[in-house]
């Protein structure tokens, strides 16, 4: 699975943005996408994930009822939908995937990564 994040860039505190998470046209699926980011000099850490389906998502405490996560499988892609934006929201936004269609919260349980996208939000 090759994945293609984008959608990051400069918003004022309480803008939103949305971001994307592409897979490559070769993967058919199964997978279960998770949106995790890092910020400079901090661990990466988990934001949403998605199960193949889409019944089954998982917040971090942080995005609970500001982010979404969704899917759209005809498109091959996952989108983030992230309102209210604070300036603790900057970091570099990568998307991963593990190929058993299920969403996990831990990133070791993801086996494939795409490039990060870049989120900067000023107060």
């Known amino acids: 699975v090759q994945l293609q994040a984008s959608g990051g860039g400069l918003v004022q505190a309480g803008e939103s943005l949305r971001l994307s998470c592409e897979a490559s046209r070769r993967s058919s699926g199964p997978y279960g996408i998770g949106w995790f980011r890092q910020a400079p000099g901090k661990q990466r850490t988990f934001v949403a994930s998605?199960?193949?389906?889409?019944?089954?998502?998982y917040y971090a405490d942080s995005a609970n009822g500001r982010f979404t996560i969704s899917r759209d499988n005809t498109k091959n892609t996952v989108y983030l939908q992230m309102n209210g934006l604070n300036p603790e929201d900057t970091a570099v936004y990568f998307c991963?995937?593990?190929?058993?269609?299920?969403?996990?919260?831990?990133?070791?349980?993801?086996?494939?990564w795409g490039q990060g996208t870049q989120v900067t939000v000023s107060s």
């Open positions: 998605i199960n193949w389906s889409g019944r089954t998502t």
């Open positions: 991963a995937a593990q190929p058993d269609g299920h969403a996990y919260t831990l990133a070791r349980h993801y086996r494939y």
